[in-house]
Nanobody
Framework: QVQLVDSGGGLVQAGGSLRLSCAAS????????AAWFRQAPGKEREFAAT????????RYADSVKGRFTISRDNAKNAVYLQMNSLKPEDTAVYYC????????????????WGQGTQVTVSS
């Protein structure tokens, strides 16, 4: 059973940067696509970024494109999200997810989830 631990969130001023990490244990995630989703208070969980199993195919939501970068280190069994030029509207709990059974953009597709890490961007 794969377990994911999300970390790296925090409070940052607008324009700042954070790097989120997703560490996997209990099994390898190197053969599976992964993604980051986020959920703001009172809103549904939404897709932010996804990466394929080898790391050479990345896709982003329009709202984060050009500011966020998803990456992975299969040797370390980990996935990352570098977030630059943060905006107050990026404030949310960020979740790592792996092992999609269908499309990579849908939260319902993913089998394993991290516990989430809070990102708060002040104006």
């Amino acid at each position: 059973q794969v377990q994911l631990v999300d970390s790296g969130g925090g409070l940052v001023q607008a324009g700042g940067s954070l790097r989120l990490s997703c560490a996997a244990s209990g099994g390898t995630i190197s053969g599976y696509a992964a993604a980051w989703f986020r959920q703001a208070p009172g809103k549904e969980r939404e897709f932010a970024a996804t990466i394929n199993y080898s790391g050479d195919d990345t896709r982003y939501a329009d709202s984060v494109k050009g500011r966020f970068t998803i990456s992975r280190d299969n040797a370390k069994n980990a996935v990352y999200l570098q977030m630059n030029s943060l905006k107050p509207e990026d404030t949310a709990v960020y979740y790592c997810a792996v092992f999609p059974s269908g499309g990579r953009y849908a939260a319902s597709s993913y089998k394993y989830w991290g516990q989430g890490t809070q990102v708060t961007v002040s104006s």
